[in-house]
Structure formats: structure tokens, C-alpha cells
């Protein structure tokens, strides 16, 4: 039985792997678990939901000319090799890049950084209450493990979908991924990745599908997308979005038929 630390230590881990802050040990164990797991898959995805608006609303900041002299001065790459290394001291001595304390150091650092957000989103005051502006869903194949993982960003009109592991896909042919808004046909989204996240803007006809009863679906089709404009392929993957309490206000201009029974 998993007990309240347990979980607060796996939250902790799927925070630093949207983070991109684990090492590849415990990144590709995370990645073997949302793989057989659903319920980490979706707790993976609601990270990414959670984390992806402070990357949005985080601009770029060039630091003042005297912090890089200062670091430099402090690495001595400024000076000769000679000069820098002190008499009788080794030429190979290890570099700052080579020094384990270093790269402990930069973990604890990233550690550090995703316990707080794991701490203010869970323990902090709660926000007031508005319409989620980020979608979630977790696409299953047809063995019921968890192919891909989506996040859908209305504000900024774009979802960025991510493997769970990478994918094996026929030669000459890319998977591609598909909104089926409650009622009616597949809309294509794009050309998505078997190994790497992608991400992808969303027009207004494919935002205003994102309502209740949505899904999205993967299927394979020639490297430049379905000639047809509707899936010819297999359908290899597929899920529903959590749209809870989202308000999409976007008008579907040209809704597509219905889907045939």
C-alpha cells in the first residue's frame, strides 16, 4: 500500500520529469511506467497541464555585462592556461564541467525547484476559480498502454503531444494525429512524432472542437499526412479530452458532418 510519503515522493518525480531535470536512469523509468500504467500517464499529463503555463508566461531576461565577467573571472577562462593553473598543480587537473560536487549540486538545485512548485501547487493557497485554460488527455493503444500523452493549450492555441515511449511505425509512413469533436468527423491536427514530443497550433475551427466529448486519435498515414482529409490508416492510438469546467467560446464556422453510424 503506497502511503501519503510514497506519493508525495512519485509526484515529486513526475514534477521533475516535465521539468526535464532528471538524469536518464529515472527519466526512462518514469517513461517505462507511464507506459504501463494509466494512472501515472494521466499524473504525468497533469503535470505538464500544471508546469507548461510558467514556461508560456516566462520571457527571456539577458543578465547584466558584469555577471558574465564575473563568472568567467570565477572559472579563470579569461586567463592562459598557465597563468590559471597554480605553480606546481597538475595540468590535467579536473575542470569545473568534470567536477561531481558541480552536477550534485545543479541536481539538488533542480530537485529544489520542482519539491516548491510540488509544494505551492499542493499545499499553497488555492487561485481563484476560472475556466482551465489547458486540456489533458492520455491516448491508449489497442494493448490498453498509454502511446502518447496530449496537452492542449487554449490560450495560446496550440497542443503539444508527447510519446510515452517511442513508437514503431511502418517504413514510409508517420502517425498523425486527429480532434473527433463529439458528433462529428475526424479534423486533422498534423504530422506528429513516433520518438519526440511535437507541438502544434490549434486554428479556430480546431479549437472550437476542444468541447465536451471530444477525443483525439493517432493513425498511420503517408509521411505528408491522409490525402483524403480523414484517417486511412489504423487507428493506433486514442483518448478522450478532460474538458471539466473548460470554456471554449471559439464558433465551430464550418463543422464537419457527422460521423457515419
Known amino acids: ?104 549540486g545543479l541536481g539538488l538545485g533542480a530537485s529544489l525547484l520542482a519539491a516548491a512548485c510540488l509544494v505551492l501547487l499542493l499545499a499553497g493557497p488555492k487561485p481563484s476559480v476560472t475556466a482551465p485554460s489547458y486540456l489533458a488527455s492520455t491516448l491508449a493503444q489497442g494493448d490498453g498502454q498509454v502511446g502518447w500523452t496530449a496537452t492542449v493549450d487554449l490560450n495560446h492555441q496550440r497542443v503539444v503531444i508527447v510519446p510515452t515511449r517511442p513508437q514503431a511505425i511502418a517504413r514510409d509512413h508517420a502517425p498523425e494525429l486527429w480532434l473527433i469533436p463529439a458528433g462529428h468527423r475526424p479534423i486533422a491536427v498534423g504530422m506528429i512524432g513516433g520518438d519526440a514530443p511535437v507541438t502544434l497550433p490549434l486554428d479556430r475551427q480546431l479549437l472550437a472542437g476542444f468541447g465536451p466529448g471530444a477525443a483525439l486519435a493517432v493513425s498511420v498515414e503517408p509521411p505528408d499526412g491522409s490525402p483524403t482529409g480523414q484517417p486511412t490508416g489504423p487507428v493506433i492510438a486514442k483518448g478522450l479530452l478532460d474538458t471539466s469546467g473548460a470554456a471554449i467560446r471559439v464558433p465551430l464556422a464550418n463543422p464537419a458532418r457527422p460521423l457515419d453510424s
Open 1 to 104: 500500500m503506497n502511503t501519503p510519503t510514497d506519493d508525495s515522493n512519485s509526484q515529486l518525480r513526475y514534477a521533475e520529469y516535465v521539468l526535464g531535470v532528471l538524469d536518464a536512469d529515472a527519466r526512462a523509468e518514469v517513461e517505462r511506467d507511464m507506459a504501463s500504467s494509466d494512472a501515472v500517464a494521466t499524473a504525468v499529463a497533469l503535470w505538464q497541464r500544471r508546469l507548461l503555463p510558467l514556461l508560456a508566461e516566462t520571457s527571456p531576461v539577458d543578465p547584466p555585462e558584469y555577471v558574465w565577467h564575473r563568472i568567467r573571472h570565477q572559472l579563470a577562462l579569461d586567463a592562459s592556461p598557465a597563468a590559471a593553473r597554480p605553480a606546481g598543480a597538475s595540468a590535467d587537473r579536473p575542470r569545473w564541467w568534470n567536477a561531481l560536487r558541480f552536477w550534485q
